[in-house]
């Protein structure tokens, strides 16, 4: 059964605090590891999708990379207007999706 | 483009009462997703709709949960009784045709149901 553990579960940093947020995840076979933002009353909203270990995206103040069991989310100088929910979620050989719990990122300025 | 569309937006019932949400799936999308998101976890998924055949079922509980997608587009999920447990955001999401590996899934704003 595939599972994805995501850590931790809530982070509050000060503004231009960097940090990173983990993604840990068994799968029987990996069609694609990917990342959600959600905002309270919102939908996920995509931010990412990688497919092999060492693969690398970023988007504007965030960075994704993978390895073989686990994904980070790094947060460079963030701003509150990062405050939201990260989702992590990885696509097996059946093409569903399995998120993880989120975790809850809190920026103040 | 549009995005995914759902309604109602809120919806409160009493216990062992039914209710049903609807979905407008983005223009083109072949597959479908009907997601049940509990507060403070990720969503799981209930049911996977490729046009209008059932691809996934798995996790539905299919003694009070049903869901259709005729003519392969909009879909609707029904719950009948509801139970208090089933308090949850039901989001629906889209996706182009599922043997894309990129198979990015677009989230419609979801359903927030609390069962009294």
């Known amino acids: 059964e595939d599972q994805v553990t995501q850590s931790p579960e809530a982070l509050r940093l000060q503004e231009g605090e960097s940090s990173s947020l983990n993604c840990s995840y068994t799968v029987s076979g990996l069609r694609g590891l990917f990342w959600y933002r959600q905002d309270p009353g919102k939908g996920p909203e995509f931010l990412f999708t990688l497919y092999s270990a060492g693969e690398e995206k970023e988007k504007e103040r965030l960075k994704a990379t993978l390895t073989k069991k686990e994904s980070f989310l790094h947060i460079t100088a963030p701003k509150p207007e990062d405050s939201a929910t990260y989702l992590c979620?990885?696509?097996?050989?059946?093409?569903?999706?399995?998120f993880g719990g989120g975790t809850r990122l809190m920026v103040k300025p | 483009e549009a995005g995914v569309a759902q309604s109602p937006r809120y919806k409160i019932i009493e216990k062992r009462q039914s209710v049903a949400f609807w979905c407008n799936p983005i223009s083109g999308h072949a597959t479908l997703y009907w997601y049940q998101q509990i507060l403070g976890q990720g969503p799981k998924l209930l049911i996977q709709?490729?046009?209008?055949?059932?691809?996934?079922d798995s996790q539905l509980p299919k003694d009070r949960f049903s869901a259709e997608r005729l003519k392969g587009v909009d879909s609707t999920l029904k719950i009948q009784p509801a139970k208090l447990e089933d308090s949850a955001v039901y989001l629906c999401a889209s996706s182009r045709w599922m043997l894309d590996s990129y198979n990015e899934q677009f989230f419609g704003p979801g359903t927030r149901l609390t069962v009294l």
């Open positions: 709709f490729q046009n209008n055949g059932v691809v996934d």
């Open positions: 979620a990885v696509n097996n050989a059946g093409n569903m999706l399995t």
